[in-house]
């Protein structure tokens, strides 16, 4: 394709893209199509000569539209938001465009540095200090795993320098809450911890937090037995509940054993920009990894994970590789990022993080995080308010969780089912999509607000949906 | 930004990555910026107001483009071709203004359901059966490291799920050749063998492969000693000189003891889109897992690294989680990709594969794929006829490995550095980018032609600027 091709096709899709998102709203939120419909729809022999254009528009609007989630919708309050920014969409258009490759420093700088630039800015705007340094990754997932093998690497003095995880004398151990992500049980296994050497910290029955009394005699016990507590996995906005570990409680207790503390604030993380909720931040200062995911609520696209760290030699010495093919005369004096994380080559991903802040500017979106903030207070006390209701955790942020118990239903098991049904009937509306969750045994139903077109008046749209469709259940 | 703002801001970004392109040819292939002068020129207070798109457009032309390495560029042929392909990246921007979410199937079942179609278009396309399930990953680093996790868990029977790696009760040995990717070394340490586990085997010195007789001898003797095989890396393609590994003879030995053949044909996999080169990936059907980079000589642009695997049920048993917040009624029936790999989240990218695909077409790619591979054989057959020039390994592809050797100059070190100031002068005109690479201990000169606009005229010309840098070095 020459650049003039480009430049008629990039016009058109450009259009498709404002016009999609204008017309999100009329869209069913949640994808309603059944397993396989969309792999039918496109299957078929490989393409051997080129398709137009229109064809390929057409499967776009006729298969794929459908085949979605309207993340970007005002109705989308599940799991949690998933923000696309059109100022990063442009950001993620320019790095498409200028196809850098990300292998070293010497391969693009400017992929580097600017990196680095807005890792920095981000860094100032949550009010850490200059003793960190971040990088982006995929997913939260990834930077957990991250963290748990410097940990290890940490704990066990550098190890896959020698025999590895398997040669170590004794066993190294980690810690999380029982509502900590599923990515840390999974990183903890992909790291060759095994499950045995998790240990799943109960939370606090109404916060939802880690009980930080059972962390420290549990930390106590495994040294007591000759373990080695190798990483502490503090979360900050939990998935279930968007609960808040209790950070300091936390670094006190695994600096006791020299163990690694990761703070995993992959939602919430964007409410680190607004000064007045900073207190829920306290201690994070003092761990030596935090990790936050400008995706999701701050709305620069997928996949932009920022990962700190404190100690980026340790990160150096694990991850580093210096083969021949990617020196260069500039090594001494740069920063490699290969050598942060897993992947060789890298995306010019700083691109959609500096667009976005750079066009929108940090008042204004510190503005709609506050937006969101004041919806789901609305949406709390609507609740809280209303008979057959029940707001079942702290409303710490942008999520909401609500359970509906209705007159004389009290067998638990029924009124879990009860949860999902009226969940069910909200998304099958497909004027919005909620999810339900299971936290310490029981079914609620999580309304995550956060949607960047979602203003106040949305929330009361899905308040009413939420009564009729809970209310429309025959007890 | 509203739609329409986008859309007017959207229409200007086109025009410009259609003039950039356009008139990337007059660039400096190299960048040659100083470290630090990117990072000084964007750096400042985080944004708090909104800037202009002129501001920001101006940066991207003044510091941006001259900060990185012209990978579209004719002239270059640095470590391997990362072609970004312009229908590829009309399929980034559908996937980037979408939005979408990709975390279970239910998420975006187009998103899954694409990824199922585009990968077995690409496993047709190779000739491979379908005994084969493919999914994308960032990278082919990542791609390794999830190949071997699978095998860790294979050869210590699901270790992760109990005391992990550490519990282990013998250490598992990994096997690769000293001319493996340096990704296979660290995906060796960071799965937590150590690098004591790791059996580096020695190359023919005529042909870079791996001695497979050696391998049988230290597979055997590890046995022996009470050691566990859990992998073999087999190379095609490797990054110094483009060398294939002998896969049936390593298929052979591997099965012996149990282990697990992952092939790493990350730039050489393109070339089993062509019939005629089909041979060089004899064996790879009776691996256990395969991958290759669309986002290198195909062109599809990064990140786009596919992971073939025959064993799903064992990945998925190694890679899934299944938390209450991710469960939906449709889960029996369908692919979750999160079930096989690292993150959780994943960006549209099925969406760049599929519109290239359609917009070539398949005819079109390999075209192109042969006009490279000519193009090396004339490179290479003008060096070997050229008087003081040496073609230093096989041409197997479309990476020449050249040493020049002037009249008299015998001293090993000395030659080598002449290698490395004969490349160093023809990438300071600008004109073309060459990496040196150290191979079995002497340095030569790698050519790696494959950039998408790269003609015969521009390999010509390349000859032409190697002979008169080389020429220019007083002895």
Chains 1, 2 share one sequence.
């Not at 010495?317 to 994380?341: C, H, I, M």
């Not at 789901?376 to 079942?392: I, K």
């Not at 909401?400 to 089912?417: A, E, F, I, Q, S």
């Amino acid at each position: 394709m020459t650049p003039e091709e480009f430049r008629a096709a990039g016009h058109e899709l450009v259009d498709w893209i404002a016009d999609y998102r204008a017309g999100v709203v009329g869209r069913p939120v949640r994808s309603e199509v059944a397993p396989g419909w969309v792999r039918d729809a496109l299957d078929g022999a490989p393409p051997e000569a080129p398709e137009s254009l229109d064809d390929v528009m057409r499967d776009l609007r006729d298969v794929v539209v459908p085949g979605v989630t309207q993340t970007q919708s005002p109705g989308y309050y599940a799991w949690f938001p998933s923000n696309a920014s059109l100022e990063s969409v442009l950001g993620d258009m320019a790095s498409s465009g200028l196809g850098a490759l990300g292998i070293t420093w010497q391969s693009a700088p400017a992929l580097t540095e600017m990196e680095q630039v807005v890792t920095d800015w981000l860094r100032e705007l949550c009010g850490l200090s200059d003793d960190w340094h971040g990088a982006i990754h995929d997913t939260a997932s990834t930077a957990c795993l991250v963290a748990l093998l410097a940990a290890r690497e940490r704990a066990t003095g550098l190890s896959e320098a020698r025999g590895g995880l398997q040669a170590e004398p004794s066993p190294v151990t980690v810690y999380a809450s029982s509502q900590a992500h599923s990515s840390v049980t999974k990183g903890v296994l992909l790291a060759g911890f095994g499950r045995d050497n998790l240990r799943v910290v109960p939370v606090d029955p109404v916060t939802y937090a880690m009980d930080t009394d059972v962390l420290s005699r549990m930390m106590a016990e495994d040294v007591a037995a000759g373990r080695r507590p190798a990483a502490v996995v503090a979360s900050l906005g939990t998935t279930g509940t968007t609960a808040f570990d209790d950070v300091p409680a936390i670094v006190a207790v695994a600096r006791q054993h020299g163990a690694w503390v990761h703070v995993d604030a992959a939602m919430a993380g964007s409410a680190m920009l607004l000064p007045e909720h900073r207190a829920l931040f306290a201690g994070v200062e003092e761990a030596d990894s935090y990790g936050w995911n400008p995706h999701k609520w701050m709305g620069t696209i997928l996949d932009c994970s920022l990962l700190y760290v404190r100690d980026v030699e340790l990160l150096i010495r694990v991850f580093s590789t210096n083969p021949s093919y990617l020196r260069s005369t500039a090594d001494g004096e740069v920063t490699q990022y290969k050598d942060w994380g897993i992947p060789l080559g890298r995306r010019f991903r700083a691109m959609k993080l500096w667009f976005h802040l750079r066009l929108a500017g940090a008042e204004a979106i510190r503005a709609r995080l506050r937006r969101d903030l004041a919806n789901a207070q609305w949406l709390a006390r609507a609740a809280a308010a209303e008979p057959g209701w029940e707001v079942c955790a702290p409303v710490a942020l942008q999520t909401v969780c609500l359970r509906h118990l209705p007159d004389g239903m009290t067998d638990p098991d029924t009124l879990d089912t009860h949860q999902q049904e009226w969940a069910e009937r909200v998304n099958a509306t497909g004027r919005a999509y909620v999810t339900p969750a299971q936290v310490e045994g029981r079914w609620l139903v999580r309304v995550s607000i956060g949607a960047e077109p979602t203003e106040l008046r949305d929330v009361e749209a899905l308040w009413d949906l939420c009564r009729e469709a809970a209310g429309s259940i025959a007890p």
